[in-house]
């Protein structure tokens, strides 16, 4: 069964277009990456598919159901979403932070019930940021931030986690931290995983399925291998590139080439 | 718990605060016979009179209207994510003013009884929330503009009033300055009943949405994606905010800085969650005002200083330390 479906999509801003026409679907356990250059609907896509966005026309399903038609309570026990940018301007303790991760689980009336607690404590522990508990969430530096939103959405229990560019403005280090635990919430706990990504060498080493869009249309879809072909990449980026094999992950790898080189 | 005993020391504070604002006035009565005349009401004498018919009537207005006001700005704050939303600032207040001053120039307290100037300041609040309800949901607009177009209906209103007044007869001008400067001397028992039963099931309400709150103020995509029905939570939280603020603005006038300045400090002391800050700031709301009025009916005794100058005072003084001393770039 399809976990997510998107049907002729069509949405955009102030009557403006920004994806025209677009169609995919995605199964349980997937972990897909969308990729695109900048202004081809990355951001858009992702807003539509979270229900943020209204789409004028085309149609989402989560599990057989229309996105729209349901209540904000019941996908968010089903949909957790890590958005590009938060705000925080509020000082919540990491604590309380994830501990609202788990508001569509309770009744208005209902108090902080075993299974919260016990959901909160997986989420931190599977982050690694028990230690970060006390501390205030708009002291923390960017890595630790990134894992304690990932630790509030996977307070959530969801199904499908989405996410918008994880891994901007972090260093390498923290990229592959957050990568490697998003790869294992999917491995063990088969977490569908869909990421709206810039690096395509991450995309590629990380991803099972990838999504290259331009212009607002799927330009294609299928493993890393066949999206990632230096055809492919040069004809939607414009931009000249060597496509080699990681020599560990045995992915496709993109190496930039300077114009003063290219003879 | 830490928290536990912060409420505590809360309440502590507001019952000395309430005994000692029922003490000082005109008259100023020992503790020994507040006591006394607030164990044996039936007891006839001066003290019974000053004590049950003036002083407690005023201070349980005050109560309710400093509790109401902390709490609507409170909600205000974390709705709009600002540390500068408050019913003053979003022209509640003005439209309060603006209704009530054409109520007491064109004399429909002749019609409308006693209940004639806060039925009139509550429809100018009613209609300024209407407006900034308005702009805020269908057309989307930021936060600091909200608070912009606030002020500048603020400014609006006042210029209408100021015309209002300056062709009308001399003693209503003084009649509706007072009240325009915030003014619990016009509070009696009459006025407990109504301001109670829009401020109490109004708080009560609110603190039951205390958890969308939390969460709305991470921002209204966040929120939603952790569950909140965004645009219900905001209608409701909306409209009994501003029941609230329309309630203790009619009965009472405009109190400035006491939404403002109450959330702020209590936050320091209890985080940002709504399920204490909401509550506490009631408390600290209520403390304040009735600290406030007492100092107003005191500091020039025998004549009476109207309560809005004393927290407009305070509250700027207040405020202005505040942000100059707080060493971070954000206020919150």
């Known amino acids: ?263 | 718990m830490k928290k536990i005993n912060f409420f505590i020391f809360l309440i502590v504070i507001l019952i000395v605060s309430l005994i000692f604002s029922i003490m000082f006035g005109g008259v100023s009565i020992s503790f020994k016979d507040v006591i006394y005349t607030i164990f044996h009401p039936k007891i006839v004498d001066s003290n019974q009179t000053i004590i049950w018919k003036i002083r407690i009537p005023r201070v349980i207005l005050g109560l309710f209207i400093g509790a109401g006001l902390a709490v609507s700005g409170c909600v205000f704050q974390g709705m709009l994510r600002n540390p500068l939303a408050d019913p003053y600032t979003l022209g509640v207040s003005g439209g309060a003013a603006l209704g009530a001053s054409i109520g007491i120039i064109f004399r429909f307290e002749k019609f409308l009884g006693y209940y004639g100037l806060p039925l009139f300041a509550f429809i100018g609040a009613f209609i300024s929330i209407s407006l900034i309800y308005l702009l805020a949901l269908r057309r989307n607009l930021s936060v600091t503009t909200l608070i912009l177009i606030g002020v500048v209906l603020s400014f609006l209103f006042s210029a209408i009033v100021t015309l209002i007044l300056s062709v009308s007869d001399p003693q209503k001008v003084h009649l509706t300055i007072i009240w325009l400067m915030g003014d619990l001397s016009l509070a009696d028992s009459g006025l407990i009943l109504p301001v109670s039963l829009f401020v109490i099931p109004g708080i009560l309400i609110l603190f039951l949405f205390s958890r969308d709150m939390d969460l709305l103020t991470l921002g209204e995509e966040k929120a939603r994606h952790l569950g909140v029905d965004v645009k219900l939570i905001r209608r409701v939280l909306f409209l009994f905010s501003s029941i609230i603020t329309g309630a203790c603005v009619s009965s009472s006038g405009i109190i400035g800085f006491v939404g403002l300045m109450v959330p702020h400090f209590i936050r320091g002391f209890t985080g940002p969650g709504h399920r204490i800050l909401l509550p506490a700031s009631a408390i600290g709301g209520a403390i304040l005002l009735v600290l406030a009025d007492t100092l107003a009916r005191t500091i020039i005794s025998p004549l009476e200083l109207p309560v809005g100058v004393i927290t407009g005072i305070f509250g700027g003084i207040f405020f202005l330390i505040f942000f100059l001393r707080s060493k971070r770039k954000e206020i919150f």
């Open chain 1, 1 to 263: 069964m399809n976990l997510l479906e998107v049907r002729d999509l069509v949405c955009g801003y102030d009557g403006e277009e920004v994806i025209k026409g677009l169609s995919f679907s995605v199964q349980s356990g997937e972990f897909l990456g969308i990729l695109g250059p900048n202004g081809a609907g990355k951001t858009t896509l992702f807003r539509a598919i979270t229900g943020v966005l209204k789409h004028s026309s085309g149609k989402i399903y989560y599990q057989e159901k229309e996105l729209l038609e349901i209540p904000a309570r019941e996908i968010a026990r089903e949909i957790a979403v890590l958005p590009q940018i938060l705000e925080i301007s509020f000082s919540f303790s990491v604590e309380e932070f994830v501990r609202m991760g788990r508001f569509s689980h309770r009744g208005r009336l209902e108090g902080f019930r075993k299974e919260d607690e016990i959901a909160v404590e997986k989420a931190m522990e599977t982050t690694g940021i028990l230690n970060l508990k006390s501390r205030s969430v708009n002291q923390l530096s960017g890595g630790e931030r990134q894992r304690v939103l990932l630790a509030q959405a996977l307070a959530q229990e969801p199904s499908l986690l989405l996410l918008d560019e994880p891994t901007a403005h972090l260093d390498i280090s923290h990229q592959v931290e957050i990568c490697d635990l998003i790869k294992n919430l999917n491995r063990e706990k088969s977490l569908t995983v869909i990421m709206v990504l810039h690096d395509l060498n991450l995309a590629s080493d990380y991803c099972d399925q990838l999504i290259l869009i331009n212009k607002g249309k799927l330009y294609k879809i299928g493993p890393p291998e066949e999206v990632l072909t230096y055809q492919i990449i040069e004809e939607v980026y414009k931009t000249t590139v060597v496509v080699r094999q990681n020599p560990v992950s045995f992915r496709p790898h993109i190496f930039l080439v300077p114009k003063e080189r290219i003879t």
